[in-house]
């Protein structure tokens, strides 16, 4: 960020309970750029690039919900995704199939919502039910006593608690700064690494890779048209409709393959 940019910070943290092993695979299917470290014992966290979200709106809280439900899609752990922008901060909680619940404080510390995300949070990490709780009591108080505080603070203490947990931020890596500086952060932490949907390429890599582009790959795409499409000429005005299907199936899936081959030769 230049000296002459005054954008407000605007950011996402994506906090996993599970080490990074387990995260990846998931990770990996949210297609963003991001990069994973380890926050502890059985933590890990995920920093998505600057301004990775624009394409899905500029709604941080839904974009923070949405990509923390897809982390648990398939596995049983927690995921809690941090989010603040000029407008405010707030949280969400994921786990698995249950419903993701979130929390919100307005720039000024005011909250927008009650007791229910914080008794999800505190439920789904295992926190203790009498210390944690009195600890999200005081983060959703709408007094302005001596613990008013505004919307960075409060994310602040919700990371306080769940270090708890053992959840265990490196340094740099503080909600309520620019993604870009924790991009940087994350990147000098022992064991960071880049996440990147494997897709194509990780299929390309593998054993079967030659028959999914290149000269073999148009060789079999060109085989089954012409096999597909003689089936069908030859289980024409029968009823062979298995062979039929089988045609249909051929032309198709030779004609994708020489459809992607095209594709992807495009984009080298």
């Known amino acids: 960020m230049s000296a002459f940019d005054h954008t407000p910070a605007a950011g996402i943290l994506l906090l996993c309970r599970a080490a990074p092993d387990r995260v990846r695979p998931s990770a990996q299917l949210l297609r963003r750029p991001l990069l994973m470290a380890p926050a502890g014992e059985e933590w890990s966290v995920l ?112 990371v306080a608690v769940l270090a708890r947990a053992g959840l265990h931020l490196g340094p740099g890596l503080v909600p309520g700064v620019s993604a870009g500086r924790l991009c940087e952060a994350a990147g000098a932490l022992p064991g960071a690494e880049p996440v990147d949907w494997p897709g194509w390429r990780a299929a390309e890599r593998g054993a079967l890779g030659v028959w999914t582009r290149g000269p073999r790959a148009r060789a079999l795409g060109k085989a089954e048209v012409a096999l597909g499409a003689a089936l069908l000429v030859w289980s024409r005005g029968s009823t062979r409709r298995t062979w039929r299907a089988a045609g249909v199936a051929l032309v198709a899936d030779g004609a994708l393959t020489l459809l992607y081959d095209r594709w992807r030769a495009g984009r080298v």
Do not use: C
């Not at 919100?104 to 510390?109: P, R």
């Not at 999200?136 to 008013?148: K, N, P, S, T, Y």
């Open 47 to 158: 920093v998505p690039a600057e301004k990775s979200w624009l394409d899905n709106g500029t709604n941080l809280a839904a974009v923070t919900a949405d990509w923390a439900r897809a982390l648990t899609a398939d596995g049983n752990w927690p995921v809690v995704g941090l989010w603040w922008d000029a407008d405010g901060a707030g949280f969400v909680v994921a786990a698995g199939f249950r419903r993701t619940v979130g929390h919100t404080w307005l720039a000024d510390g005011t909250p927008l919502g009650g007791q229910e995300a914080m008794t999800a949070l505190r439920a789904r990490l295992g926190l203790d039910p009498v210390l944690d709780a009195a600890a999200f009591d005081r983060l959703i108080q709408q007094d302005g006593g001596e613990d008013a505080a505004d919307a960075a603070a409060r994310v602040l203490g919700l």
